[in-house]
T-cell receptor, first 116, second 112 residues
Framework: NAGVTQTPKFRVLKTGQSMTLLCAQD?????MYWYRQDPGMGLRLIHY???????AKGEVPDGYNVSRLKKQNFLLGLESAAPSQTSVYFC???????????????FGDGTRLSIL | GDSVTQMEGPVTLSEEAFLTINCTYTATGYPSLFWYVQYPGEGLQLLLK?????DKGSNKGFEATYRKETTSFHLEKGSVQVSDSAVYFCALSLQGAQKLVFGQGTRLTINP
């Protein structure tokens, strides 16, 4: 019963390096989301996807790119990491529009990313 | 736009105290309302939800009632435990919407 799995769980990068965070879900959900959580800021939506091959911008998309090549996977990329991107990143998924839209989002356990 | 406002934290209580965390919302339609809980080092988990006015969601001794007249969804628990220490998020979802709207979260600490 994996649910939403995020890899890696922790990572330290140097400024300017690039990396990709992977989110995988085994619930056949259509919608997937990437959030960042900073102290005192709650959750902020970075990008989201409403189906395979689609992506859309959230509140804070700058400096990030995403891809949804397979329904079960949603990748978040940092092209050139900056210290301001130090945060905890959460992935979430939920059933799509064909289901009851009151379905909650299911979250992964997060990736703690530090940019030095 | 649609928004959720939670009482500011942190909130610190003693074990067995009564808990209320206030949540009010602004929405253009008739939202579904959710409470999520985040334990230390973990992701968010759904705690309870309500999908229409006067519905009461409940789970693990927590309750919240959807009050359309006051646009509120306050979280309550009669007797808190140390294990309830966590961050609590109120959220709303509108019919047909693709995204949730979250409040800023309330950190709760329960002392033995």
């Amino acid at each position: 019963n994996a649910g939403v799995t995020q890899t890696p769980k922790f990572r330290v990068l140097k400024t300017g390096q690039s990396m990709t965070l992977l989110c995988a879900q085994d619930m056949n959900h259509e919608y997937m989301y990437w959030y960042r959580q900073d102290p005192g800021m709650g959750l902020r939506l970075i990008h989201y996807s409403v189906g395979e091959g689609t992506t859309a911008k959230g509140e804070v998309p700058d400096g990030y790119n995403v891809s949804r090549l397979k329904k079960q996977n949603f990748l978040l990329g940092l092209e050139s990491a900056a210290p301001s991107q130090t945060s905890v990143y959460f992935c979430a998924s939920r059933p799509g529009q064909g289901f009851n839209s009151n379905q909650p989002q299911h979250f992964g356990d997060g990736t703690r990313l530090s940019i030095l | 736009g649609d928004s959720v406002t939670q009482m500011e934290g942190p909130v610190t209580l003693s074990e067995e105290a009564f808990l209320t965390i206030n949540c009010t919302y602004t929405a253009t339609g008739y939202p579904s309302l959710f409470w999520y809980v985040q334990y230390p080092g973990e992701g968010l988990q759904l705690l309870l939800k309500a999908t229409k006015a006067d519905d009461k969601g409940s789970n693990k001794g927590f309750e919240a009632t959807y009050r359309k007249e006051t646009t509120s969804f306050h979280l309550e628990k009669g007797s808190v435990q140390v294990s309830d220490s966590a961050v609590y998020f109120c959220a709303l979802s509108l019919q047909g919407a693709q995204k949730l709207v979250f409040g800023q979260g309330t950190r709760l600490t329960i002392n033995p």
